[in-house]
């Protein structure tokens, strides 16, 4: 027999009024869903989602959800959701609550399988796809301005509302985080030069590193479409390299792309001479002015 759970979504309007645009909700629960789906993976059960009628006061919808196999969390599968959903604000209070629930329903009286139980707790309330979900929740939301907070409630408990105000809509929503890198000494070994016109790629090796990058001097790319350069096993060039790092919203990095910005000479074999280009004379007479002309301020 299914222990049935039941929790309130109660979206609240700045107009007063009880209708939400449909593609928006659709869109925003198919999130919610998502991630509701996954938080029943991680208690090891296949949820079984219902909805029920709506409720006047802004717009309130319920879900119902059916347990067919008990996890030793299923009890607390309503704290655990109102967690991910408002855990910006919430986090310590709901935090224990889920654990004391959960350790109370367990009986135990053994201090290490309590820590053990704990350590999973915690492991299961730090998942980064259902954290995802949640982010495009949020965004979709946080997008419709007529939604000026959102409520979260256990009927089955009956317990208090927990609100999240529109200006934390924000906290829960994750972003990409991009740094640069500038080097301007590069020495970049070329495997494979791009020969023609077109945005191709180039190859080669940098810091024992195979790349792909792109040629953003427009100048030397026509020299070498024009063959004035040739390319043998060993050549490279002398470059300034942007290195452009995209971090995921967990800190993991996500990809990272080359772009050689300003050429400043060729060089044959890894011994031979560097030739330079017009910008690589001019970089080294720069150079040369910076370390023997001290400015008028040292």
């Known amino acids: 027999m299914k222990d049935l759970n039941k929790l309130e979504i109660h979206y609240y309007f700045n107009d007063g009024s009880h209708s939400m ?21 991680l208690l090891d059960n296949e949820l079984d989602i219902e909805t029920e009628a709506y409720q006047e006061g802004g717009l309130v919808e319920w879900f119902a959800f059916g347990l067919p196999v008990l996890h030793y969390l ?23 609550k889920i654990k004391e629930e959960t350790l109370t329903n367990l009986q135990l009286n053994n201090i290490f399988k309590i820590k053990e139980i704990e350590k999973d707790i915690d492991n ?58 500038e080097d301007d000494d590069a ?19 940098y810091k024992d590193e195979k790349v792909d990058f792109s040629m953003g001097d427009s100048k030397f790319k026509q020299e070498v479409i024009e063959g004035k350069h040739t390319f043998l096993n060993g050549s490279l ?14 800190g993991d990095e996500k990809r990272k792309t080359y772009s050689v910005q300003k050429v400043y000479g060729t060089q044959e074999l890894e011994l031979g001479e560097l030739k330079l280009r017009e910008s690589g004379k001019k970089k080294k007479h720069d150079k040369w002015f910076t370390d023997h002309c001290p400015s008028l301020f040292d």
């Open 237 to 250: 060039i002398s470059c300034h390299l942007q290195i452009k790092t995209t971090f995921d919203e967990f």
């Open 124 to 181: 299961k309330l730090d998942n980064k796809l259902v954290q995802k979900y949640i982010s495009n929740f949020y965004k979709r939301i946080n997008d419709y301005k007529k939604v000026e907070k959102i409520g979260f409630k256990d009927i089955k408990n009956d317990s208090e509302e927990l609100i999240v105000e529109r200006q934390y809509f924000k906290n829960f929503i994750l972003e990409d985080n991009v740094t640069l890198e």
């Open 21 to 41: 645009n449909a593609f928006v909700r659709n869109k925003a629960e198919k999130e919610l869903l998502d991630a509701i789906r996954k938080i029943g993976e």
């Open 74 to 96: 299923s009890p607390a599968i309503n704290n655990i959701i109102t967690h991910y959903f408002t855990k910006n604000a919430n986090l310590e209070e709901l935090d224990k």
């Open 187 to 205: 020495m970049i070994e070329i495997i494979s030069p791009v020969l023609k016109e077109g945005k191709y790629n180039w190859r080669g090796k």
